[in-house]
């Protein structure tokens, strides 16, 4: 895996999430549905709280909000500490979460500067699988873990079994450019590490289907917060835009929700992954 040997960040996620992509990052990226978060407070041995939470990876807030605002869980939260490398989203996330139970520190998957035994739930949305060393990172979860405490892994991810989301993926996942992407599954090397048989049971995951409201260009600014299209030089990026302009033209399989204001439906599915510490 290519990783800056100072940071130990991947460099594709290091400058395609750096300084000037943030705020598309945060406009385009979808939220997360209410009943995974649900089943995240279900999963957790004090449900009702209170609830000490560590979110790794916090990028630029768009978990933490969905969080914060969820019936049920928002309430029950203590303190949340977000731990993220990037200073641009860190600056994005300060920008966007108001809430005096909420902190964000710069820090990584294997330095979090949490207390031992301190969280918990730790979560991590639309981050894990660039994590560089996962047996390192699961060591400092445990470290973190409360006795009985959840590790939370969620991801969002578009669903190409609509035609045109499909030829949208087929579009720029040739871009990926053997980055280490959600769907690939490479991330499941978790359950095979030393660390995860010694201080986790069996992973539990959770799958939902799920839609959001979009437009042509809220799928292109979608595609291009993307870390591996970010710093795709100019002319590529263009001739991908256009590309993706035919395809959206077409709308093959499309579910309208305002045709009269180019409004459809962009369907994902969502999975959670529970990990409760032994």
């Not at 916090?58 to 993220?84: C, D, K, N």
Request: proline content about 6%; aromatic content about 10%; some cysteine.
């Amino acid at each position: 895996m290519a990783e800056s040997k100072a940071s130990g960040i991947h460099l594709v996620a290091q400058t395609g999430f750096g300084e000037g992509t943030n705020e598309l990052y945060d406009r385009a990226r979808p939220t997360y549905p209410s009943e995974q978060l649900s089943y995240i407070q279900s999963t957790a041995a004090n449900p009702d709280g209170p609830l000490n939470i560590i979110e790794l990876g916090s990028g630029t807030g768009i978990f933490t909000r969905a969080l914060l605002a969820h019936p049920s869980l928002g309430p029950v939260v203590h303190e949340l500490r977000a731990i993220e490398p990037s200073a641009g989203m860190r600056a994005q996330f300060s920008a966007k979460v108001k809430d005096e139970r909420v902190s964000c520190s710069e820090g990584t998957f294997e330095r979090t500067g949490a207390p031992d035994e301190w969280a918990d739930l730790v979560i991590v949305a639309q981050a894990w699988h660039w994590c560089p060393d996962f047996d390192k990172a699961l060591a400092e979860i445990s470290r973190v873990l409360k006795p009985n405490g959840v590790a939370i892994l969620i991801w969002n991810l578009e669903d190409n079994r609509t035609a045109w989301v499909k030829h949208v993926r087929d579009a720029y996942e040739r871009y990926e450019n053997s980055t280490p992407q959600f769907r690939l599954g490479l991330w499941r090397k978790t359950f095979e590490v030393p660390t995860y048989a010694r201080s986790f049971k069996d992973p539990i995951e959770n799958l939902v289907s799920f839609a959001v409201p979009t437009t042509a260009s809220g799928v292109i600014d979608r595609v291009c917060s993307k870390s591996y299209i970010t710093i795709l030089p100019d002319k590529e990026k263009t001739k991908l835009v256009e590309e993706l302009k035919n395809i959206l033209n077409e709308g093959e399989g499309r579910v309208w929700v305002d045709e009269s204001q180019g409004v459809w439906e962009y369907p994902y599915t969502n999975l959670v992954v529970a990990m409760k510490k032994k």
